[in-house]
Nanobody, 124 residues
């Protein structure tokens, strides 16, 4: 059973930065594509970023391109989301998720295992 735990969320002013981390245990991390997704109050879950199993390919939602960077460390079984130039509309619960098929999906339905989420709040 794969377990995921996110950390690094919090309160930040608009224009600031946060770094989210996700530790993954169980399974074979290096075979999984990984994703970050988010859900704001009253809104549907939204794709943020994805990374291939090797880290060689990354994908971003239009709203975060140029501001967020996803990376992974297969030796440490972690995936990270560096968030810069944060905006109030980035406020949401952020989830780390596994695509056990190895495909870095750009839609939430492509992910089959999820962490509990971490809250990010951006004040304007």
């Amino acid at each position: 059973q794969v377990q995921l735990v996110e950390s690094g969320g919090g309160l930040v002013q608009a224009g600031g930065s946060l770094r989210l981390s996700c530790a993954v245990s169980g399974g074979t991390f290096s075979r999984y594509a990984m994703g970050w997704l988010r859900q704001a109050p009253g809104k549907e879950r939204e794709f943020v970023a994805a990374i291939s199993w090797s880290g060689g390919n990354t994908y971003y939602g239009d709203s975060v391109k140029g501001r967020f960077t996803i990376s992974r460390d297969n030796a440490k079984n972690t995936v990270t989301l560096q968030m810069n130039s944060l905006k109030s509309e980035d406020t949401a619960v952020y989830y780390c998720a596994v695509s056990s098929s190895g495909v870095p999906h750009t839609v939430p339905l492509g992910y089959d295992q999820w962490g509990p989420g971490t809250q990010v709040t951006v004040s304007s």
